[in-house]
């Protein structure tokens, strides 16, 4: 895959700064007068309009949006650090501060979320647990009320046993007068 189609590919289509429109250009977030270098982390994709936005007054914002969605798509951004950006370079570096800061920020959410999910599957799992002894007492106790059914059958049919074998007495005694 080319360098452009892979930016293409790797922003959908969307334009990065409006996440709106369709991305029919390909942006260097740091332009090349200012040592942008035509990399996929200094590539994104940008409707007409904010292209135009961005070059007509170097938005920090933009650049900023750009620089987070490259982070967030696995790009280095150390490269960033290493050219001199002539005046802009403080801009620049808080620029990047503050991505670092949000990525920091990102990752103490991934990490609680993760926490989150531990927690909540061991109390599903405690859950499971309960639900399984439950039903192993019920089915205990199922077992034991069957148990006590035989046992009340066994006792039914002696009983209707003995009724019969004493109705076979009384007649033979009847007979026997
Ligand atoms: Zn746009």
Not at 53 to 60: I, Q, V
Not at 141 to 163: C, G, P
Request: glycine share 4%; charged share 35%; aromatic share 6%.
């Amino acid at each position: 895959m080319g360098l452009y189609s892979y930016i293409r590919y790797r922003d959908q289509g969307i334009c990065v700064y409006c996440e709106d429109e369709i991305g029919q250009e390909i942006d260097h977030v740091l332009p090349r007068s200012r040592g942008g270098k035509t990399i996929s982390a200094n590539l994104v994709l940008a409707c007409g309009a904010c292209n135009r936005a961005k070059y007509s007054h170097l938005d920090e914002e933009m650049i900023r949006k750009a620089f987070v969605h490259l982070s967030k798509h696995g790009e280095s951004l150390d490269w960033v650090y290493e050219i001199s950006v002539n005046s802009d370079t403080e801009s620049f570096r808080s620029v990047l501060a503050a991505i670092k800061e949000e990525d920091h920020k990102d990752e103490e959410r991934d990490r609680q979320d993760e926490l989150d999910w531990i927690q909540r599957n061991q109390e599903d799992e405690a859950r499971h647990h309960r639900s399984l002894d439950l039903q192993k007492k019920f089915q205990t106790r199922e077992k034991s009320v069957e148990e006590l059914q035989k046992m009340l059958d066994r006792e039914h049919k002696k009983i209707v046993r003995l009724q019969e074998e004493l109705a076979k007495n009384i007649s033979n005694t009847k007979k026997l007068k």
